[in-house]
Every structure is written in structure tokens, then in C-alpha cells.
């Protein structure tokens, strides 16, 4: 299994690597780049090669898409549990309904349900777009990082278990830091990891 990072709509080179490497299954952490004006690309692909949403993927377009695994969730055969979703810093200059969309990130009641999976489940590795708000704080030197709903949410989650690795995006930076038991892992835009390889 592959994780791969932000794709912003470079669909060619998305395609193109998943052939150059040979990469039979992969999940892609969100930003796909689907719904925005100029990426309104629908059409289905292998569904071993799936994917979440990000804060720059249009909510209502992606969801009738069949590789997208769904706003939150938990696959018991790879032992992950995802969740989609993620705060725009920049939605002031963009427009709502054609590059910005109000539920970006899950409600309120969506993390509430999500928190109670993990904790059923308590998945080996967690795969969100963006982080939890102290991972991100100590990862990036952000001390100052503005809270939102995501990272805030996924900061509880974290407080609560901790599972052996969390994987996100959003950033746009390849980083890794381990925190306690736990080995956080940024990836850049069209980063490719070899869950095997860790």
C-alpha cells in the first residue's frame, strides 16, 4: 500500500507515477484537485487507487466519484482509519461554490462519530489531510498556528490514542517527527509512501 500527497489537479503526473512505479494499491491524502474550475476530472480509474477529500476538493462533486473512499472511515484489512476534510487559510479571496466550499471540513457531529470509531477500532495508522494542531505546531515550528476545527479535532483525537503512525498532507512539506509512541509523517505535494518501507 502507497500513500501519496497533495495532487492539485496534476492529474498527468498523479497517473504517471502510479505507472513509472508500479504501484498496485495507494490512497491519496486529499487536495485531489476534483471540482475546481479548471479540474472537474470524473472520470473512474483502478479502484485499488482511492483517495479522501481536502479542503481543495469540491464536496458534492467528489462524493459521486468511484475512487472516493468516503469523508471518514475505517479499512479493517489495511488497518487504517481516514478522515477527510481541511481548513483554506486563504478562503477570504476565494469564492464560495467555485473554489471555496463551506463544508470543507467535517461538522461537528461527523467528529463525533469519527472519535467514537477509533476508539472501537483503534486503528494502527490514522490518515487525515491536515494534522492535529500540536503535532503541526511542533512539526513546523508554528507556535502561533491558528486553531481550526480540523486541527483542533484531530488534536482530541490524538489526546485520546495514539496510534502507531499518522499520516497527512495539506502542508506541502516532507517532514517526519515522532511523538511518543507515535511517528508523524507530512508529506509534500505528489510525495509517495511506502507504508511497507516504514
Same mark, same amino acid.
Given at each position: ?18 505507472? *513509472?512505479?508500479?504501484?498496485?494499491? #495507494? /490512497? ?5 484537485? !476534483? +471540482? ?6 470524473? =472520470? ?37 482509519? *481516514?478522515?477527510?476534510?481541511?481548513? #483554506? /487559510? ?5 469564492? !464560495? +461554490? ?6 470543507? =471540513? ?93
Amino acid at each position: 500500500m502507497h500513500i501519496i500527497g497533495d495532487i492539485h489537479g496534476k492529474f498527468d503526473k498523479y497517473f504517471g507515477a502510479l505507472k *513509472y512505479f508500479n504501484i498496485e494499491s #495507494s /490512497i491519496q491524502i486529499g487536495d485531489m484537485g !476534483i +471540482g475546481f474550475p479548471k479540474h472537474r476530472f470524473l =472520470e473512474k480509474w483502478n479502484l485499488n487507487h482511492r483517495f479522501i477529500r481536502g479542503n481543495h476538493d469540491n464536496p458534492e462533486i467528489i462524493k459521486n466519484h468511484p475512487n472516493f473512499l468516503g469523508d471518514f472511515g475505517f479499512l479493517q484489512k489495511e488497518n487504517i482509519y *481516514y478522515i477527510s476534510g481541511g481548513y #483554506s /487559510i486563504d478562503y477570504k479571496q476565494r469564492t !464560495i +461554490g467555485y473554489d471555496w466550499w463551506k463544508d470543507e =471540513e467535517l461538522s461537528k457531529e461527523n467528529f463525533k462519530i469519527v472519535k467514537s470509531e477509533i476508539s472501537k477500532h483503534k486503528p494502527k495508522i490514522i490518515i487525515s489531510h491536515d494534522g492535529p494542531l500540536s503535532v503541526i505546531k511542533k512539526m513546523f515550528s508554528y507556535p502561533n498556528y491558528f486553531q481550526n476545527k480540523t486541527t483542533v479535532n484531530l488534536d482530541v483525537i490524538l489526546s485520546k490514542f495514539q496510534p502507531e503512525m499518522w499520516i497527512f498532507g495539506h502542508h506541502h512539506r516532507s517532514t517526519q517527527l515522532k511523538i511518543n509512541n507515535t511517528l508523524f509523517i507530512c508529506l509534500q505535494e505528489l510525495e509517495i509512501l511506502n507504508l511497507k518501507g516504514n
